[in-house]
């Protein structure tokens, strides 16, 4: 079953549908979203991509984020990735949204309007392999020290969010 991404204009209005592969292949504006979980010690749940992820395997980023579906809410997809992902279920609340767009080596690129949701959560999740490699808390300061002294660890939205939120 081939995943299909909702393509937006840069008022996040739907324009359309594509392949998500086509998507990045041809580098096209479209709907995304980043959770950022916290627990009750202020610490943010970070997960490191799983190593066969298409793009930016391996690297530290925030505790979810993929692409709504067509037709799918944009906080219903959060959810249910959110499980999907690390196995956690809370309530979430939009933050903000931004408009970012990077090439990769392997010559996709990421054009997203990634909507931003908060969470709070302080157990221990229970990751799905397939997509995590694994996790770690942190404080959003010693993120913030780690991504100006080795940012090739970090996804690219990941960076730009933490300079919009922090």
Request: glycine fraction near 4%; aromatic fraction near 10%.
């Amino acid at each position: 079953m081939k995943e299909e991404v909702i393509l937006v204009n840069e008022l996040d209005q739907p324009i359309g549908v594509m392949e998500k592969l086509e998507v990045h292949q041809k580098g096209l504006l479209h709907r995304a979203f980043s959770v950022f979980i916290f627990n009750n010690k202020g610490e943010l749940l970070l997960q490191q991509r799983a190593l066969n992820k298409y793009h930016s395997a391996g690297l530290w980023t925030n505790t979810c984020c993929s692409h709504p579906r067509p037709e799918e809410d944009t906080l219903v997809a959060a959810k249910r990735r959110l499980i999907e992902e690390m196995g956690i279920e809370t309530h979430l609340t939009h933050k903000t949204h931004f408009i970012y767009k990077t090439g990769f080596e392997n010559g996709l690129t990421e054009h997203e309007f990634d909507h931003i949701y908060f969470g709070n959560y302080s157990q221990m999740p229970h990751i799905n392999k397939n997509e995590v490699e694994t996790f770690v808390w942190m404080h959003p300061q010693k993120i913030i020290d780690e991504i100006s002294t080795q940012p090739e660890k970090f996804t690219s939205w990941f960076k730009i969010a933490m300079q919009k939120l922090f």
